[in-house]
């Protein structure tokens, strides 16, 4: 959309109607500057929570210490404009242009920064691009930034705690002593990025690319993520490459093909080894805690005391694999929804397949068993509390009397 210029006394008029639309008076209009061209304006401390500047071009503007709660700024071009210590709680940026822009001390909790779906050029999708931009001790607690491009960014001290950045690309950025507490980092890029002394205990942290990237005195406690430094250097390269193949939609990596391998005992913690072969492997007493494992083929393979709490098994094929005395503690092996080429409606939901699956006195505690197909699969002894068995197939399974019952057990 190109912009469109817009007079002065008009400006006025507009922001004179919405001071009085943001004092609940009558006479008020919410301000509409969508598409409108105020580069290079100084806006310094103007109140423009729940404005309307969709398109606009804020390009170089000085709307330092600005109110901008709630504003819809959606396709926005803010390169370079100065937002310094800019209100931004819940503002809406999907799209948004932030190349080289100051956000130093900004408040985005709450902020809207995923890519944008336009209605024009056969529904673009127009990711937020915020290359070099200053977040200096910015708050982004909360906020989405799912494929942002955030590429050198400096974050240096900013918050973001439970903040969505699944996908996004952080290249070269500065996260020294940045809090990233329960944050959501799959499939992010960090490469030669810095995290030094930042806090990432509990955060997300499969598929990400973590290559030359400073972890030094960063707290990693309770961070799932897989670190494979005492894995075999074959298997470790082998998982790696299909962190790869996943994250790039096979034009880079190998998908992961350890049929038949002896993986006994490793620790394979915050893998992903989701749609890899691992048809008839060794994995007796393995730690597959958090591990990614949706649409794997397991069948036929020895799990036998394997950890796999909390594990994501949706979709996997299991059939005939021997999971006795495994701990599935709060697993999921649910139905997976299998999607279209064009990433629309899901063609079908895919079931887990468990039949013949030995799962005798294994651990199901809180695990979703929902829509699996266990057919013949062995449950004796098996700790049953709170697993979830709706709308399973368990025609021929085994399940030991008076078992703890669980939702959807017939």
């Known amino acids: 959309m190109m912009a469109q210029d817009i007079g002065p006394e008009e400006f ?39 404005a309307d500047l969709s398109d606009a071009d804020l390009s170089r503007c000085q709307i330092a210490r600005t109110d901008l709660s709630f504003a819809h700024l959606l396709g926005a071009n803010l390169e370079g404009a100065d937002l310094t210590g800019v209100r931004l709680f819940r503002a809406d940026f999907r799209g948004a242009r932030l190349h080289a822009a100051k956000l130093a001390d900004a408040y985005l909790r709450g902020a809207n920064l995923r890519p944008r779906v336009t209605t024009d050029d056969s529904q673009k999708v127009r990711t937020i691009v915020a290359t070099e931009v200053d977040l200096t001790e910015a708050n982004l607690d909360r906020a989405n930034l799912v494929e942002a491009l955030l590429i050198r960014a400096n974050l240096h001290r900013a918050s973001l705690v439970g903040t969505n950045l699944v996908g996004a690309d952080l290249t070269g950025a500065d996260l020294s002593d940045a809090i990233l507490r ?4 799959t499939g992010v890029n960090f490469s030669g990025a810095s995290l030094h002394g930042s806090d990432l205990r509990g955060a997300d942290l499969r598929r990400a690319v973590l290559e030359g990237t400073d972890l030094k005195e960063a707290n990693t406690q309770d961070a799932i993520w897989f670190q494979g430094a005492s894995l075999p250097k074959d298997i470790d390269q082998a998982i790696r490459e299909h962190a790869r193949w996943i994250v790039t939609g096979g034009r880079e990596g190998m998908r992961a093909d350890l049929s038949h391998a002896d993986l006994a005992g490793l620790d394979l913690s915050g893998a992903d080894l989701s749609g890899a072969s691992l048809a008839g492997a060794n994995l007796a007493g393995a730690k597959l805690r958090r591990a990614l494992l949706l649409l794997a083929n397991l069948s036929g393979a020895n799990l036998k005391g394997a950890d796999l709490a909390g594990a994501e098994l949706r979709g996997a094929s299991l059939r005939s694999a021997d999971l006795g005395s495994a701990r599935l503690l709060a697993a999921n092996l649910a139905r997976i929804k ?66 703890v019952q669980a939702k959807g057990r017939p």
């Open 12 to 50: 006025r008029r507009i922001l004179d109607a919405h001071r009085l639309y943001l004092n609940k008076r009558p006479e008020g209009a919410r301000a509409d500057l969508r598409g409108v061209r105020l580069a290079g304006l100084r806006l310094t401390g103007v109140d423009l929570r729940d």
């Open 182 to 185: 329960r944050a959501r980092l």
């Open 338 to 403: 299998i999607w279209r080429a064009d990433g629309k409606r899901a063609e079908r939901l895919w079931p887990t397949d468990l039949a013949g699956a030995n799962l005798a006195r294994a651990d199901l505690s809180r695990a979703n068993l929902q829509g699996a197909n266990l057919t013949g699969a062995v449950l004796t002894d098996a700790v049953l509390t709170g697993t979830n068995f709706t709308d399973c197939n368990l025609a021929g399974a085994r399940i030991s009397e008076g078992a």
